[in-house]
């Protein structure tokens, strides 16, 4: 009835404006227009009032926080499943559906993976600086406890046990980070970042980057050469079969509704545990690479963006990304990573297929990064000096 009513007077206020012959002539173009628009808005606001999570125009015109139209969970797969299976997609799928948590003061948990003391704290600080309501951070050092200089990484180490690089030990730490951070449910965002991770925008720019979107920054792609599925097992069958098995850079940003399924998650997990592991079966997996981009794929391939908002340069084509040191730090370097708005992936087949995809954001294109790394500690300096003029927007 409401619609009805707003039509009404739309209709009369046309009319309205129509009077001499003279005006009419002089007001068709104007009344047409406004005739459209007047539409447009109607269906938009019908849209938003009957289906507020579920219509497409809903979620692009008004917010793309809460939408879930359009990464509904994927069907399982058609064969017949294991007991086990059933039980994992029956947990995935309903909590995929649920609508996330409202909270009245989201926030994004900033999660540390570091051996030990954080070089960047000064850094972080200047970051979050005036911002204290909207983030909290997380510390799970390895191998020995950090000494922390910055008021906001004090008292925020968590339980951590030893990390071994490749090995399942990395996925379980980037787990107890995920935990320890859902156990406040105003935590609404989750990134996960090294010891040598340095924000490239300001804290504000963050924030609405990864609030007002409503995928995971996971990164994903297929690559069928032997750093890719080339690790995969037959060990992994029937639950995850080869066409399936994803690789990515370890560095997420993801929303609580992944987080939790991460949590509940078992079945995938145990065949990363068991057999993706460094030198097995001629192989060495690395399940940390592994793991969340071929969950994410199988489970709400649509919910992710297949890429990282964390930069790392690989183009020098060794097995250890670009590291930079204070004499690489300049204006100019860290605008230009800040600027990138293109992902690129390469496989590890003998031809080195490249492939370039533009970074959406809510379907515009918008710069790829947030974070970048690696930058080695002397760098502090040089990034503290330039920070307010490279996160200026």
């Known amino acids: 009835m409401k619609t009805a009513g707003a039509w009404q007077l739309a209709r009369r206020d046309l009319l309205a404006m129509s009077g001499s012959r ?21 269906f938009l606001i019908g849209a938003y009032v009957v289906f507020p999570s ?57 999660l540390f993976l570091t051996p030990g003391t954080l070089p960047f704290e000064k850094l972080w600080e200047k970051f979050f600086q005036g911002h204290e309501d909207r983030f909290s951070v997380y510390v799970h050092a390895s191998s020995q406890k950090p000494v922390h200089v910055s008021r906001y990484f004090v008292g925020r180490d968590i339980h951590s046990e030893k990390v071994a690089w490749g090995k399942i030990s990395m996925l379980d730490a980037e787990k107890r980070l995920l935990a320890h951070a859902l ?17 490239l925008h300001n804290f504000d720019y963050v924030y609405n980057y990864l609030m007002y979107t409503n995928v995971s920054y ?4 297929e690559d069928p050469g032997p750093h890719g599925s080339g690790r995969y097992s037959e060990h992994m069958l029937p639950e995850l079969e080869k066409k399936d098995f994803r690789k990515g850079a370890q560095w997420f940003s993801m929303k609580r509704q992944h987080a939790i399924v ?23 997996c690395y399940a ?17 963006s297949n890429w990282s908002v964390t930069h790392v340069d690989w183009s020098e084509g060794k097995w250890h990304p670009k590291a930079y040191r204070a004499q690489d730090v300049t204006f100019e370097l860290l605008k230009s990573i800040a600027s990138i708005d293109e992902t690129v992936h390469v496989t590890s087949t003998g031809k080195k297929k490249k492939t370039v995809q533009p970074c959406l954001w809510n379907g515009m294109k918008r710069p790829c990064y947030l974070f970048a790394r690696k930058f080695y500690p002397e760098t502090l300096d040089r990034l503290l000096f330039l920070f307010s003029n490279y996160t200026t927007v």
């Open 183 to 199: 156990l406040d449910a105003d935590n609404q965002q989750f990134v996960l970042l090294s010891d040598s991770c340095v924000p």
């Open 218 to 221: 996971i990164d994903c792609f």
């Open 54 to 110: 579920r219509s497409f125009a809903a979620c692009y015109f008004f917010s793309s926080k809460d939408c879930t139209m359009l990464n509904l969970p994927v069907s399982p797969p058609a064969r017949e499943l294991t007991d086990h299976e059933n039980i994992a997609w029956v947990v995935i799928n309903e909590l995929l559906r649920k609508p996330p948590v409202q909270s009245k003061n989201p926030k994004i948990a900033f």
């Open 262 to 284: 991460i949590m509940a998650d078992n079945l995938f997990y145990r065949k990363f545990k068991f057999y993706c592991k460094p030198n097995m079966d001629g192989r060495n």
């Open 22 to 42: 003279q005006q009419r002539a002089h007001l068709k173009r104007p009344i047409w227009i406004i005739f459209f628009v007047s539409l447009v808005i109607l």
């Open 288 to 304: 940390d690479e592994h793991y969340l981009p071929t969950l994410f794929h199988m489970i709400d391939p649509s919910g992710i």
